[in-house]
T-cell receptor, first 111, second 114 residues
Framework: QQQVKQSPQSLIVQKGGISIINCAYE??????FPWYQQFPGKGPALLIA?????SEKKEGRFTISFNKSAKQFSLHIMDSQPGDSATYFC??????????FGQGTTLQVKP | DAMVIQNPRYQVTQFGKPVTLSCSQT?????MYWYQQKSSQAPKLLFH???????NEADTPDNFQSRRPNTSFCFLDIRSPGLGDAAMYLC?????????????FGSGTQLSVL
C-alpha cells in the first residue's frame, strides 16, 4: 500500500512533442505528490508538486494532472526539448513524512 | 551557490575498508537525509535526522551509520563496504519532515567498491 507505480519505464519523444508520464498510488493518506527530475550524475531536483485539493497545476511547460478518485497523477511536458532528456521520478508522501518514489522514467527527446 | 554539497564526488574503496561520505548544507534546514541510489533505480531512504534526532529506516543494514555534529554537516559511515554497497549516495535536506516540501538534493557521491 506504500508503493507508487510509475509508467512507462522509458519514453522517446520527438522535439516539440508532448511527454506523458503516469503514476498510481494506493495509500489514501498521501497528500503531497512531487515530481523530481534527475540528470545523469546529478541529484534529483524538484520540478513541480501538487496537493489533492487541486486537479491540475501548471508551471511553464510542465503540468501535473491529478485524479483523486482514480488515485493517479501524471506529468505532462509540453513542447518537449532535448534538454528535457532526463530521468523523472514521481513521489508521494503523507502524514508519516516519508517520501515514496516511483521507479523512474527515462525520457529521451530526439532533435 | 550550491546549497547541498557532497564530498567527495567519487569515492573508491576496498571491500571491507571503512569509508566516510560527507554532506554540508547552507540552507539551515532542520532535516537531513541520506539516500542510496543504485543504477536505474529510485533513491532509497537510509535514515534521516530531524535536528539531532536520528531516525533509521527499518531495512537499513547495521553496516551503515551516520553522524550529524551540527546543523550544517552530516556524515555517512559505511563500516565494512561490500560489493553490493556500490551506489550513488545522495544527501538531501528539507525544512520540515512532515510536509516534506522542497527536498533539496546534493549531487551525490558515487561509491565504487573493489
Amino acid at each position: 500500500q506504500q508503493q507508487v507505480k510509475q509508467s512507462p519505464q522509458s519514453l522517446i519523444v520527438q522535439k516539440g512533442g508532448i511527454s506523458i508520464i503516469n503514476c498510481a498510488y494506493e495509500n489514501t493518506a498521501f497528500d503531497y505528490f512531487p515530481w523530481y527530475q534527475q540528470f545523469p550524475g546529478k541529484g534529483p531536483a524538484l520540478l513541480i508538486a501538487i496537493r489533492p485539493d487541486v486537479s491540475e497545476k501548471k508551471e511553464g511547460r510542465f503540468t501535473i494532472s491529478f485524479n483523486k478518485s482514480a488515485k493517479q497523477f501524471s506529468l505532462h511536458i509540453m513542447d518537449s526539448q532535448p534538454g528535457d532528456s532526463a530521468t523523472y521520478f514521481c513521489a508521494a508522501s503523507g502524514n508519516t513524512g516519508k517520501l515514496i518514489f516511483g521507479q523512474g522514467t527515462t525520457l529521451q527527446v530526439k532533435p | 551557490d550550491a546549497m547541498v554539497i557532497q564530498n567527495p564526488r567519487y569515492q573508491v574503496t576496498q571491500f571491507g575498508k571503512p569509508v566516510t561520505l560527507s554532506c554540508s548544507q547552507t540552507l539551515n534546514h532542520n532535516v537531513m537525509y541520506w539516500y542510496q541510489q543504485k543504477s536505474s533505480q529510485a533513491p532509497k531512504l537510509l535514515f534521516h535526522y530531524y535536528d539531532k534526532d536520528f531516525n533509521n529506516e527499518a531495512d537499513t543494514p547495521d553496516n551503515f551509520q551516520s553522524r550529524r555534529p551540527n546543523t550544517s554537516f552530516c556524515f555517512l559511515d559505511i563500516r565494512s563496504p561490500g560489493l553490493g554497497d556500490a551506489a550513488m549516495y545522495l544527501c538531501a535536506t528539507s525544512s520540515d519532515w512532515v510536509t516534506n516540501e522542497k527536498l533539496f538534493f546534493g549531487s551525490g557521491t558515487q561509491l565504487s567498491v573493489l
